[in-house]
């Protein structure tokens, strides 16, 4: 970032400075990552063991847990760090190595659930051809190219976030260095850097939701077709997990970066649920809606 009045850092400021329940949040956001991080690496232990869960729409639950611990580990620790050392300096560095990872969380979370909304498409409207489309190659290409593209699309907007000068207050009221609460520190060179997550909003979040609402029309259509109940609940069963996952997640995003900022405190609040909360409750969705996955569960238990 170009520094237009000499600011070397940011100030992260999520609760305030003199608040007496830091220990109380402090346990609060480690248990959130405690819980977050071992139901999601249960969830990929019991993938990568199970024989019977090798199949590709594991491989994207698989997937899905792995970002989800990314997203917590990009934010938690250091969080904890300023809320148990009461130091909230950031310096540029790492403020912007913490937002091109998010950011590429963020892609990758986002081109994952139109995956698997696809994924069931294609297994419930055209099963003769699932193996062939969704073949153990192509999933292996269609997970490489999910984290090449992710990456390569956070690298864009962090050369983009550079180029901003910075000229405002360095305070974030944010539990990290966010691309929204950045812009609000700076005054120019935000053009391009705004056309850049106009072009990003359109291709990882309104593409890919369009996308999974036409799989999800055809699926129900088809199976109102179903003549047995049976196989409706079947079908039904196969999806509820997914469509849960993904109406709080782009609920919750949706009240994070599109609502009108009416205070700090409900940016940070929407922010935590967003990047803290959905994480650790989308394995638990997994586990408890989705029966291969229970079945797996209790088996490694047992």
Partial sequence: MKNGTSINFFHILPFSEESRNKPFISIFFFLIYLIGVLVNSSIITVICLEVQLH????????????????????IVPKLLHMLLS???????????????????????EEIILFIMAYDRYVAICIPLHYNQILS????????????????????????????????????????????????RTTCTGTTMFFVIIGIEALIFSLVPVLGTCISYVNIFLLIFKMKSKESRRKAFSTCSSHLTVMSIYYGAGLAEYLMPSYSDFLDVTFNVVYTNIIPMINPIIYSLLNSNVQSALLKFIK
């Fill in 86 to 108: 009461g130091n909230h300096i950031v310096s540029f560095s790492q403020c912007y190595t913490q937002l091109y990872f998010f950011v590429a969380m963020l892609a990758a």
């Fill in 136 to 183: 153990q190659r192509n999933c292996t290409l269609i997970t490489f190219g999910i984290w090449a593209v992710a990456f390569f699309n956070s690298l864009l907007l962090l050369v983009s976030a550079l180029n901003m000068s910075s000229c405002h207050s360095n305070i974030i009221h944010q539990t990290f260095c966010d691309f929204k609460s950045l812009t």
């Fill in 55 to 74: 199949k590709p729409m594991y491989l994207f639950i698989c997937n899905l847990s792995i970002v989800d611990i990314f997203f917590t580990s990009i």
